[in-house]
Structure formats: C-alpha cells, structure tokens
T-cell receptor, first 116, second 113 residues
C-alpha cells in the first residue's frame, strides 16, 4: 500500500450515530490534515497535526473530534452530525509543517459522508 | 496576507486544442504556488509547484505554469487537451509568513471530443 489511504470510502449515518473516519499515510510524513470539501465551496481546512500534536483547529464544531495516535494514522470521530455536514472528507499529509515550509500535500481519495 | 483567485469556474475546450486555466494570487511574502488536479471521486493530485526557482515550471501529463510576479499570476497551460484531462483544477498559494496554504475555488475543465 502506498500513498494516503482512507476508509471507508462511503459512509451513510443518521444524526444520532457515532462513526469514525480513518486515514493512513505510508510516506513517512510528519504532518497530517483533515479537509472538508462541499459542493460549490472552497476546500475547508479542519485540523492539522504535526508530529502527532494538533497545531491547527480551524473553528470546527465539537461534533468533529480528531485523533492522531502516531504519525502514520489520523482519525476523525463523528457524533450527532447535521445534514449540512454531508461532504467529501479528505485526508492529506506533507513532509513537514510550519512557516517557510513549502512541501506539497499528498491527498487520500476521500470519504463521501452522507448524514440523513 | 495571502489569497488566490481562479478566474474561471468552468473552462470548455475541444480535444487537441490548448488549455489555459487562470490563477491570480496575492501575497505579502515570497509565495510558493501549486496546481492540483482532482478527478471525479478521487483525491487531489499535485500537478506542479513553484518555489522561487525557475519561473516556468513543468509538471506531469504535459502541463506547465509560468510564475509572473509583475502580473501576480500563475496560469496553467497545456498545448493539447486530452479527454482524460477533464477534471477539477485547484490553484494554491502558501507564503513564507503563513502556516496554512490557501486553495482557490477550483476550475472545472470540460473536454469535448
């Protein structure tokens, strides 16, 4: 397995459910990201982890809870979501994170989430 | 502060004709600029990046972009479009004084046979 993988690829959940999205990177990178991609909206950065420490939390509602147990894995725990949370959730990684850092990001294929 | 504007939400071309996707940026510091492509139901893939070396950057699949500081532009071009180029394209800027890259809203490239 190479690159960035995400599971599941598709998820349908009710508003009272609890589910988790998983991301794994096989690139030896130190930074990992969660993005939300909604139709007709710019890509929204949600969270950034650098060396397993959360360094960015972009005003995301508490019903989204990230977890980074090690530098290769990233989770997004979901609970009591709203229909407007339906979107494509993309995980990405980069070699490093910081000022004056210009490494490109490598993206996973995304999880298509539908909240009913 | 950094920002990026993709001037066209949709671009339609015929197969075999040139492609031009326009991107203007704003940056207070020397920027790094990227183009990514996203095919349907896929993640984003890096096409090319500019990081203050040569102003003409060559990427994958025959794409290239030219950094023009005087025009604050980083337009993406390809001499001859293929059907497989149909996708969403994102221009991204990250300046030295920022932790976070800024993504454009995307340009949808439609290729007609």
């Amino acid at each position: 397995e190479t690159g960035v993988t995400q599971t599941p690829r598709h998820l349908v959940m009710g508003m009272t459910n609890k589910k988790s999205l998983k991301c794994e990177q096989h690139l030896g990178h130190n930074a990992m990201y969660w993005y939300k991609q909604s139709a007709k909206k710019p890509l929204e950065l949600m969270f950034v982890y650098s060396l397993e420490e959360r360094v960015e939390n972009n005003s995301v509602p508490s019903r989204f809870s990230p977890e980074c147990p090690n530098s290769s894995h990233l989770f997004l725990h979901l609970h009591t979501l709203q229909p407007e949370d339906s979107a494509l959730y993309l995980c990405a990684s980069s070699q490093e994170w910081g000022l004056d850092i210009n490494y490109e990001q490598y993206f996973g294929p995304g999880t298509r989430l539908t909240v009913t | 502060a950094q920002s990026v504007t993709q001037l066209d939400s949709h671009v339609s071309v015929s197969e075999g004709t040139p492609v031009l996707l326009r991107c203007n940026y704003s940056s207070s510091y020397s920027p790094s600029l990227f183009w990514y492509v996203q095919h349907p139901n896929k993640g984003l893939q890096l096409l090319l990046k500019y990081t203050s070396a040569a102003t003409l950057v060559k990427g994958i699949n025959g794409f290239e972009a030219e950094f023009k500081k005087s025009e604050t532009s980083f337009h993406l071009t390809k001499p001859s479009a293929h059907m497989s180029d149909a996708a969403e394209y994102f221009c991204v800027v990250k300046e030295g004084g920022s932790y976070i890259p800024t993504f454009g809203r995307g340009t949808s490239l439609i290729v007609h046979p």
